[in-house]
């Protein structure tokens, strides 16, 4: 059932069409993929004259909240899983976008965008993982 | 000026994540328990930015060089393979389980949750497993 309380779909969208700017802006620009999980991945393979635009893109990303602070209130964020759970999860997902070439960004944003039936693979398992995983930890182990 | 812009981008990239809503894990996690309160909004948010990505990718189909100069470095893989799949299902797992995939971690990082910081630890530390391995599997160092 769809909790119509928490359904925010016109900021989704604003969102998502400034997540889709700045993904352009990055391809035509720089002309790179704005994946975060391999430019952060690149860093730790580093090679001559491609570790300055990495580390400043993710310098832009972990910048972002104190710049949006400055005009609105951020918004807050409820992470319920507790530090175990956060290491665990935490590993599986550096692992998991590095073995499988990408993630929410690279595969569900950039290459759908492509219309790379290599990314629409690669969004439908970790969506289908995704779905899988809360619903066994939300509904079958409690 | 590669390094400028992509500070730009990244900072751009990180306020579409803050007003889409992807940076709060519990609405990461509403979006994915499909068996409960489901909350659909982050379909808006890849939905925006395919839409846009989409005529990016098209302009940049036609062009060589980014704007800033340099080729267009967009990914070649075609195929679709057991890496692809495992490490997506793995990242899948690891984001129903926390409610945090890369960029918005990083984000969260920024904001100064102590949460998101061990997140993104264990996660760079994933990375680097995966590092590990590829090099003594396969003895790769590209």
């Known amino acids: 059932m769809i909790d119509w309380t928490v359904f925010t779909p016109w ?36 090679m001559a004259g491609d570790v300055a635009w990495r580390a400043a893109f993710i310098g832009g990303l972990v910048f972002s909240p104190a710049l949006y602070a400055l005009v609105e209130r951020l918004p807050a964020a409820t992470i319920e899983a507790g530090y175990p759970l956060l290491v665990l999860a935490g590993l599986l997902v550096g692992a998991g976008t590095r073995y ?40 079958l182990l409690p | 000026m590669h390094s400028l812009s992509a500070f730009f981008i990244g900072v751009l990239f990180g306020i579409g994540l803050i007003v889409s809503g992807m940076t709060d894990p519990f609405k990461v996690i509403g979006f994915l328990d499909l068996a409960g309160a489901w909350d659909p909004s982050l379909a808006f948010v890849m939905g ?81 497993l995966f590092e590990i391995a590829e090099r003594v599997l396969h003895g790769r160092s590209r």
């Open chain 1, 11 to 46: 900021s989704a969208l604003a969102g998502g069409i400034v997540i889709g700017t700045a993904a352009s802006l990055l391809l035509l620009v720089n002309g790179r993929i704005a994946g975060i999980s391999g430019i952060l991945g690149g860093l730790l393979r580093p």
């Open chain 1, 100 to 139: 499988g070439s990408g993630c929410t960004s690279g595969h569900g944003v950039c290459g759908l965008s492509r219309l790379s039936p290599r990314a629409l693979v690669a969004t439908v398992a970790f969506m289908a993982a995704g779905f899988v995983t809360v619903f066994v930890v939300r509904h």
């Open chain 2, 48 to 128: 925006g930015a395919v839409v846009v990505g989409l005529f990016a990718f098209r302009l940049a189909s036609k062009r060589t060089a980014a704007f800033l100069g340099g080729a267009m470095q967009v990914p070649a893989a075609r195929h679709i393979d057991r890496r692809l799949v495992l490490g997506s299902l793995t990242f899948g797992a690891g984001w129903g389980l926390a409610g945090f995939c890369p960029g918005p971690a990083l984000v969260a990082l920024g904001a100064g949750y102590d949460k998101a910081v061990v997140f993104v630890l264990a996660m760079l530390a994933g990375m680097a």
